[in-house]
Nanobody, 124 residues
Framework: VQLQASGGGPVQTGDSLRLSCAAS??????????MGWFRQAPGKAREFVAV????????TYSDSAKGRFTISRDITKNTVYLQMNNLRPEDTAVYYC????????????????WGKGTLVTVSS
């Protein structure tokens, strides 16, 4: 599975962004893959943001993402999205999408496929 993340950029506090993660190389249809978004800020560890089950669409969010971010998928386009609203400076990070079947699906070690990150910069 190859993953390509896009949609990052510079924004201001309170703005919105939608990140996309296009999957290719292997169909995700009827798969057990979870599709996750993680982020890594400068000098900090990679942290979980959100995950969606590709087959059933169930979702889980980090506490910082709840109520502001929405993860979704378009099965026809093999693409996962992360809609981010009301962005804050502390959301500044490189955002990565990942595919995996491990547990727990909130842990980066459960993912075997990673895309190159997309940088989100939120200024105050």
């Amino acid at each position: 599975v190859q993953l390509q993340a896009s949609g990052g950029g510079p924004v201001q506090t309170g703005d919105s962004l939608r990140l996309s993660c296009a999957a290719s190389g292997r169909t995700l249809s009827n798969s057990r893959y979870d599709m996750g978004w993680f982020r890594q800020a400068p000098g900090k560890a990679r942290e979980f943001v959100a995950v969606i089950s590709w087959s059933v669409g169930s979702t889980t969010y980090s506490d910082s993402a709840k109520g502001r971010f929405t993860i979704s998928r378009d099965i026809t386009k093999n693409t996962v999205y992360l809609q981010m609203n009301n962005l804050r400076p502390e959301d500044t990070a490189v955002y990565y999408c990942a595919a995996g079947t491990g547990v727990p699906n909130t842990w980066y070690g459960s993912y075997g496929y990673w895309g190159k990150g997309t940088l989100v910069t939120v200024s105050s």
